[in-house]
């Protein structure tokens, strides 16, 4: 079971607050083969609120596999434009 440490960003932490979904370096235990829209799905987010899914400090596609001791974070749509050439996610194709 690969457990991971959990953060989530800006207006995700609202709707997971109102969820009563801890969101803030949080250690979490997860299924084996568990992807990162899993995860998504698990905290009870929809898709359309997440933009970027970052594992281990790089942005990562959603169907990435998570693994043991990795930091996985979730930054929401409408990041504002400065913010998203600084985290690298300006563009980018997943």
Do not use: C, W
């Amino acid at each position: 079971m690969p457990v991971i440490t959990f953060n989530a960003f800006s207006f995700l932490q609202k709707k997971l607050k109102k969820k009563q979904i801890e969101y803030s370096n949080v250690t979490m235990k997860l299924k084996q083969g568990t992807r990162a829209k899993d995860l998504i799905r698990q905290v009870q987010l929809d898709f359309e609120d997440v933009e970027v899914v970052f594992i281990n400090g790089k942005v990562a596609p959603f169907d990435t596999i998570i693994k043991d001791n990795d930091r996985v974070a979730l930054v929401p749509q409408g990041t504002p434009g400065p913010y998203r050439v600084l985290l690298g996610f300006k563009n980018k194709k997943l």
